[in-house]
């Protein structure tokens, strides 16, 4: 028996934007487990997406679970219009948040949303531990392959060593990875402990989504196998 399961999260930022909706509803049929939403608003990361206001429109439209991942440097802030908005999982940035994460996760708790941690590719994953241990934990962790900001970039694979520490010390938590995740990189992450997977270009790129979320449910579920 795992103690995780596999949950594939395409990424909306490579969706086409002027049909949000209908792709939602595509990448569900496709078999997505989450749908995850990239918010960015030219702080902390230099690229601006979507807020709050997208969420909500979206909302109205799917069911589905929106794995939303804040590139800001204020995340309290965003805390109750995203609630309201219909966000279910709100993940932050460990940088941006050395001081005030006790009040920010027991916020987003309050609000009905599930807390996660997000760290770049510079920060050590000690960084992370004392939230996964507090006593009002946060529920997942996002090790980005890539440096935070833009899709289409490059896996790199020696974050893989951060996936593996977390899954030693902590085999029960989500750990999420996001960038450049594909057929060709998948397995170094499953096989590192990564269930969640975000992808974008490798899954709306693809000639057939629903097979290429296949590969990346099966690769993550052999994988968990062995731990």
């Known amino acids: 028996m795992t103690a995780v399961t596999a949950k594939i999260a395409p990424s909306m930022l490579s969706s086409d934007f002027a049909n949000l909706a209908s792709e939602a509803e595509r990448m569900v049929r496709c078999g997505a487990?989450?749908?995850?939403?990239?918010?960015?608003v030219r702080h902390f990361v230099p690229n601006l997406t979507i807020g709050?206001?997208?969420?909500?429109?979206?909302?109205?439209h799917t069911k589905a679970y929106l794995d939303c991942?804040?590139?800001?440097?204020?995340?309290?802030?965003?805390?109750?219009?995203?609630?309201?908005a219909g966000a279910s999982g709100f993940t932050f940035h460990v940088e941006a948040t050395k001081d005030h994460w006790k009040e920010l996760v027991r916020t987003i708790k309050t609000k009905?949303?599930?807390?996660?941690?997000?760290?770049?590719?510079?920060?050590s994953v000690e960084e992370v531990f004392p939230l996964v241990e507090d006593e009002n934990p946060v529920e997942l962790v996002l090790v980005m392959t890539v440096e935070p900001g833009f899709g289409g970039q490059k896996f790199m694979p020696e974050m893989m060593d951060k996936v593996c520490t977390l899954r030693k010390k902590y085999p029960s938590l989500d750990i999420e990875v996001?960038?450049?995740?594909?057929?060709?990189?998948?397995?170094?992450?499953a096989s590192a402990g990564a269930n969640c997977?975000?992808?974008?270009?490798?899954?709306f790129g693809a000639a057939e989504p629903a097979e290429a979320i296949s590969i990346l449910r099966k690769s993550v579920e052999g994988a968990q196998q062995k731990f």
Do not use: C, F, Q
């Open 178 to 189: 996001d960038g450049g995740l594909g057929p060709s990189t998948i397995d170094m992450a």
């Open 33 to 40: 487990d989450w749908l995850h939403m990239d918010i960015m």
């Open 69 to 84: 991942h804040l590139m800001v440097t204020n995340p309290l802030d965003y805390v109750e219009p995203l609630a309201k």
């Open 197 to 203: 997977i975000v992808a974008g270009s490798s899954v």
């Open 112 to 123: 009905g949303m599930r807390p996660g941690v997000a760290l770049k590719p510079a920060t």
């Open 52 to 60: 709050a206001p997208v969420i909500e429109s979206l909302r109205k």
